[in-house]
């Protein structure tokens, strides 16, 4: 997306914003060869896509996407207590994926697992991101762990699954790496297509909607974070709520693991959200 349409796309109203998004589902929906699909995290934004996803089916009678949980193993409570709280208000279906092989041995963070003991394709999803040490520590927000428990278990959902569109809930503004995202585009590994519905929305204009639609929301936002991500990993940034810090001037992914952040660009090569 060139700077100027960007610019543009920012200069629009929410209410704007909210009907470029729903323009963006519906086309998605219509042009889908198979299933379509959405990720949810349980944050701000994918849960302001999921409320616009939800309001755009209704209104042109057509079924939900199938919502799309990713357990990492290191979910705040709060987080998987929301989802389930609001899937069930919402009447939402929700198929929550792991990398099994790795979250049955239940491991602990900071926990060694020997490469060897793992199944052939995850000791080759961590070669294929140059781990060659013969043991993995266990923490869902390093390079190799959000390969291992977010995007092994995506690719594989997808794949199975014959999703031809999948929904996320990103933003320009949200980290530098995603500036130069577009609303649509296409991946090889399966073959499918990312919509990005609110790009085009800024942290503040999530929490003017969340608060001028009355959207339920996660309350570690109410304890000071930002950005929710791994338990182990993720802090809150100020002793005020969310949207009453200064969303202007600093960024909401420092409460984020910073390695994580650092190599955002490879992870999304990869096929992260």
Not at 81 to 88: C, D, G, K, S
């Amino acid at each position: 997306m060139d700077a100027t349409t960007r610019a543009q796309h920012w200069a629009l109203s929410v209410q704007e914003k909210c009907n470029l998004s729903r323009q963006h589902i519906l086309e998605a929906i219509a042009n889908a060869s198979s299933r379509v699909a959405l990720g949810w995290t349980g944050g701000k934004d994918s849960t302001t896509m999921l409320w616009l996803t939800r309001m755009a089916c209704q209104e042109a009678n057509l079924p939900m996407p199938q919502c799309v949980y990713i357990d990492d193993g290191d979910a705040f409570p709060e987080i998987d207590q929301f989802v389930n709280t609001i899937a069930a208000a919402w009447g939402i279906d929700v198929a929550i994926i792991r990398n099994e092989d790795l979250l049955s041995r239940q491991p602990r963070i900071g926990e060694g697992i020997e490469v060897a003991s793992l199944s052939q394709e995850n000791q080759q999803q961590l070669l294929s991101v140059g781990h060659t040490d013969p043991v993995f520590f266990f923490e869902p927000e390093s390079f190799a762990g959000s390969h291992l428990t977010k995007t092994v278990p995506l690719l594989h959902y997808l794949k199975q699954q014959f999703i031809s569109h999948f929904l996320v809930g990103i933003r320009w503004d949200e980290q530098e790496h995603r500036l130069d995202e577009d609303y649509t585009s296409s991946r090889e590994t399966p073959p499918h297509t990312r919509v990005h519905p609110i790009l085009h929305f800024t942290e503040r204009d999530i929490w003017n909607t969340i608060h001028g639609e009355r959207l339920p929301f996660c309350e570690l936002y109410r304890l000071g974070y930002r950005s929710l991500g791994a338990r182990s990993t993720t802090r809150p940034l100020a002793a005020i709520p969310a949207w009453e810090q200064d969303l202007e001037h600093t960024s909401e992914r420092d409460g984020r693991g910073q390695d994580k952040e650092a190599v955002m660009e490879q992870l999304r090569s990869l096929g992260y959200m």
